[in-house]
Antibody
Framework: QVQLQESGPGLVKPSQTLSLTCTVS??????????WSWIRQHPEGGLEWIGY???????YYIPSLKSRVDISIELSKNQFSLNLTSVTAADTAIYYC??????????WGQGTRVTVSS | QSTLTQPRSVSASPGQSVTISCTGT?????????VSWHRQYPGKAPKLIIY???KRPSGVPDRFSGSKAGTTASLTISGLQFDDEADYYC???????????FGGGTSLTVL
């Protein structure tokens, strides 16, 4: 059974960088069958796809965040990470990592709540 | 388009069927069969229940079915149970930008 677990600070100051890590168990992120995604859910409820990365490091990002987002992968640790720079209150959300099968996100982490506030 | 269009809420009684729609464009829902549905209970992570328009992951009962006509995908839940009360989100690939878009979510109430 694939499991994903997000980790990182729950509070980030405005203008700073939000950094989260997703640790994957039950599957190897080195396989070329999947993409590894970050998705967020704002307090009002909607889901927003942020981007994903392949095992080879190829990345795709939502255009509206592309200038501030970086997703990286650490194969040896079976982890991938999200960096979001210059955060504002609008970046306050629950952040999920997920495995993407090529059809859809198919396994989700439990999510981690991040608040942007001074 | 920032999100796919879903009704904000639907309701039905136990044992009945309900259908939730998800409307997009020719660039997402209407352009391929990479449409999925996810169920989310309050305070929990979403869970995939339908992928590739009408395929069910292992363990998802056949009370859940998906379909698509043109730029609108649909999720039908038959034999409603109280446990089906949750939020449901559709998602689709946008191939021209290699990205994923979600619907705004539909809250299902089982009366």
């Amino acid at each position: 059974q694939v499991q994903l677990q997000e980790s990182g600070p729950g509070l980030v100051k405005p203008s700073q960088t939000l950094s989260l890590t997703c640790t994957v168990s039950g599957d190897s992120i080195s396989t070329n069958d999947y993409y590894w995604s970050w998705i967020r859910q704002h307090p009002e409820g909607g889901l927003e796809w942020i981007g994903y990365i392949s095992h080879s490091g190829t990345t795709y990002y939502i255009p509206s965040l592309k200038s501030r987002v970086d997703i990286s992968i650490e194969l040896s640790k079976n982890q991938f990470s999200l960096n979001l720079t210059s955060v504002t209150a609008a970046d306050t959300a629950i952040y999920y990592c997920a495995r993407d099968s090529g059809y859809s996100p198919d396994y989700w982490g439990q999510g981690t709540r991040v608040t942007v506030s001074s | 388009q920032s999100t796919l269009t879903q009704p904000r809420s639907v309701s039905a009684s136990p044992g009945q069927s309900v259908t939730i729609s998800c409307t997009g464009t020719i660039y997402d829902v209407g352009g391929h069969n990479y449409v999925s549905w996810h169920r989310q209970y309050p305070g929990k992570a979403p869970k995939l229940i339908i992928y590739a328009v009408n395929k069910r992951p292992s363990g998802v009962p056949d009370r859940f079915s998906g379909s698509k006509a043109g730029t609108t995908a649909s999720l039908t839940i038959s034999g409603l149970q109280f446990d089906d009360e949750a939020d449901y989100y559709c998602s689709s690939y946008i191939f021209r930008s290699t990205s994923v878009i979600f619907g705004g979510g539909t809250s299902l109430t089982v009366l």
